[in-house]
């Protein structure tokens, strides 16, 4: 079984600037979660994408979008990138529909705005 | 809204001692899951264990186990034996009415030898 993969591991971007995040599901699961981990604090929702369409988001403005291909794997988009961007950004697969929804997350993708 | 609260921001265990971590949560929500989730410097968030709140019966997974009390709202975890593997920071998260987890500040569990 293979667990869920990040790319890239780190990432340097200056304001203004686009980026994407890549992360692949664990296999077996149909459902990815983005979460925002600021330096010293708990990770935040983002949003999450189910079926190719997104299934709930938290409150992230709309330069924030993503993508979920029919793999389940997904990007995370982040335009117009700020300097309160710079965070570790985690992505967690869960399988929906069963009622076990357990989220298992990915090592991350450190990104730093300068 | 929902909420997840962990007051201490940092504890300290000696090695195969046991230790407590205390966690409260707010939620309107009938039906909703809390997990603890451990991340060590290598920032993989690794889950620890999972409650499911209609089950009375308190989680176990080998030396961690949870001590949760609904009508308080409250959800701890005890970590037998501690080990130096498990010098960590730990969450509590609650998951309920939708597919997000909610996130507590985390705690930082050192182990000293």
């Known amino acids: 079984e293979t667990g869920v993969t990040q790319s890239p591991t780190h990432l340097i971007k200056t304001r203004g600037q686009q980026v994407t995040l890549r992360c692949s599901s664990q296999?077996?699961?149909?459902?990815v979660s983005w979460y925002q981990q600021a330096l010293g604090q708990g990770p935040q929702f983002i949003f999450q994408?189910?079926?190719?369409?997104?299934?709930g988001r938290g409150n992230f403005p709309p330069r924030f979008s993503g993508l979920q291909f029919p793999n389940y794997s997904s990007e995370l988009n982040v335009n117009a990138l700020e300097l309160d961007d710079s965070a570790l950004y985690l992505c967690?697969?869960?399988?929906?529909?069963?009622?076990?929804?357990?989220?298992?997350f990915g090592p991350g993708t450190r990104l730093l705005v300068l | 809204a929902q909420t997840v609260t962990q007051s201490q921001p940092e504890m300290s265990v000696q090695e195969a001692e046991t230790v407590t971590l205390s966690c409260t949560y707010d939620?309107?929500?009938?039906?909703?899951?809390l997990f603890w989730y451990k991340q060590p410097p290598s920032r993989q968030m690794i889950l620890v264990i999972r409650?499911?709140?209609?089950?009375?019966q308190n989680a176990t997974e080998n030396r961690f186990s949870v001590n949760f009390q609904k009508a308080a709202k409250s959800f701890s975890l005890k970590i037998s034996d501690s080990q130096l593997g498990d010098a960590a920071m730990y969450f509590c998260?609650?998951?309920?009415?939708?597919?997000?987890?909610?996130f507590g500040k985390g705690t930082k569990l050192t182990v000293n030898p």
């Open positions: 939620t309107s929500e009938s039906d909703y899951y």
């Open positions: 967690a697969s869960s399988f929906l529909g069963t009622g076990e929804e357990t989220q298992y």
């Open positions: 994408y189910y079926r190719e369409e997104e299934n």
């Open positions: 296999s077996g699961h149909n459902t």
């Open positions: 409650q499911e709140a209609y089950k009375q």
């Open positions: 998260v609650l998951q309920g009415g939708s597919e997000k987890l909610v």
